[in-house]
């Protein structure tokens, strides 16, 4: 027997199109049957209505931190894929720096394994650009990428050595996939634990600069040059570096972005709270800063949004600025937070945002999008007006470290498709 869902009345964005219009959906075991003004039901079928909400391929995040193997206390591949279910991903990509990190073919099928194993959001193993993210040997990125791994990154630390990530990426080039950097120079940022600023001088911190940054963009850039080859930027968060990559662009290097709702949407005076919730790698910058990954956003220099999702401990992020480590979670409150920060309050269109969600990051993984019918069912429905507490008893992640938790949130994902499988939150 089958299983038929219609969801009724919403407004469904189209990828291909990158446009939005009033349409209904049918979805019958697992892929899309039909698409239509107006769908007329068949007896068994369960409906949905959708009027005034989204309807919209799932989610996909560039760039999260589930801790598993090592830190299975702070996240699990499982807890992490429910947390990003009820945030609208469905597919998120595992940063390498678990312990041991993702260096070998064994340690990126486990997570291809474990992911089909669940059955929930599709979990892409990201591998280690150097054994043991030591930046000094490159792993064996052909057996990487047989086992299932979509990029190569050392996040967390930026390859010192320009020979090391000249020959990375020659080698992933070869291979058809980006090499992601973690943009900061480590001279210029031992121990910093903010952005240098007015902020940081009045409350006496060590910082990490701007131009840290900027160094390590310039650089990389260059070897991407030399080599013809994909490079990634994660989390950029200046507006020197914005504008390098968008002169690199325009020049035909292969660079692309990404940009996190923290840094879209926060500053360096959230640091002035004391709250270690704030602090990042690659840290809040000023407002400026800020407004320029806006504008980024919209001239196309930035490809995608990325949650940079990284879970900690209470406990240890409950110690003093200097000794609690950086990072927050944010699969399940990303796109409520950016559609009440940039859509509702018109500095972005929705069809932009849901670009960035979609098939913005699909295209750095090589990877396509589509909303037709007899494609398999990978949606979300999304209500921009439900409002809901981002606490205890909705947190599907196995941590808390979220500036935006114990708040009260605006739009709320509902629904997700995943191929035969419906999900309600």
Not at 83 to 90: E, H, I, S, W
Not at 311 to 340: N, Y
Request: aromatic residues 6%.
């Amino acid at each position: 027997m089958s299983t038929r869902f219609l969801i009724r009345g919403g407004y469904v964005f189209f990828p291909e199109e990158e446009a939005m219009r009033r349409a209904d959906v049918e979805i019958t075991d697992g892929r899309i049957a039909r698409i239509g003004e107006t769908i007329h039901a068949e007896a068994d079928t369960r409906i949905i209505e959708a009027q005034d909400k989204l309807l919209s391929p799932g989610s996909i995040d560039l760039h999260a931190h589930l801790r598993e193997p090592g830190r299975e206390d702070t996240e699990t591949l499982e807890s992490g894929a429910w947390a990003a279910l009820a945030g609208g991903f469905t597919t998120i990509c595992a940063m390498p720096n678990t312990q041991p990190p993702t260096d070998t073919r064994e340690q990126a099928a486990f997570i291809r394994k474990r992911s089909d194993e669940l059955g929930l959001a599709r979990i892409l193993p990201v591998g280690a650009t150097t054994k043991g993210r030591a930046g000094e040997e490159i792993t064996e990125y052909a057996l990487l990428k047989e086992a299932g791994t979509v990029a190569v990154s050392d996040d967390g630390d930026w390859i010192y050595s320009a020979e090391v990530m000249r020959r990375a990426l020659e080698y992933a080039g070869m291979l058809g996939i980006p090499v992601i950097t973690h943009a900061e120079e480590p001279n210029l940022c031992a121990e910093g634990v903010m952005n240098e600023s007015a902020v940081s001088a009045r409350l006496g911190l060590n910082v990490r600069p701007a131009v840290a940054e900027e160094v390590a963009i310039q650089r990389d850039i260059a070897l991407a040059s030399c080599t013809g080859s994909h490079l990634h930027v994660a989390h950029i968060t200046t507006a020197r570096g914005v504008e390098l990559v968008r002169q690199a662009r325009a020049k035909g290097i292969k660079v692309t972005t990404e940009a996190t709702p923290h840094h879209l949407l926060l500053n360096d005076e959230a640091l002035l709270s004391f709250d270690a919730n704030y602090k990042v790698n690659p840290p809040l910058r000023t407002d400026e800063d800020r407004k320029a990954l806006l504008e980024a956003l919209k001239d196309g220099t930035i490809q995608a949004i990325a949650t940079d999702h990284a879970p900690h401990a209470i406990e240890e992020k409950e110690q003093e600025l200097d000794l609690a480590p950086a990072g927050m979670i944010g699969l399940q409150t990303a796109l409520s937070v950016l559609w009440e920060g940039l859509v509702e309050s018109g500095i972005i269109k929705p069809e932009l945002l849901l670009r960035l969600f979609t098939t913005g990051p699909a295209s750095v993984i090589g990877e396509k999008v589509e909303l037709k019918e007899d494609s398999p069912a990978n949606l979300m429905v999304f209500d921009p007006a439900a409002r809901w507490t981002f606490d205890a008893e909705s947190n599907r992640s196995l941590s808390q470290n979220s500036p935006w938790f114990g708040k009260k949130l605006k739009g709320k994902v509902e629904h997700v498709f995943l191929g035969e499988r419906h999900f309600s939150f």
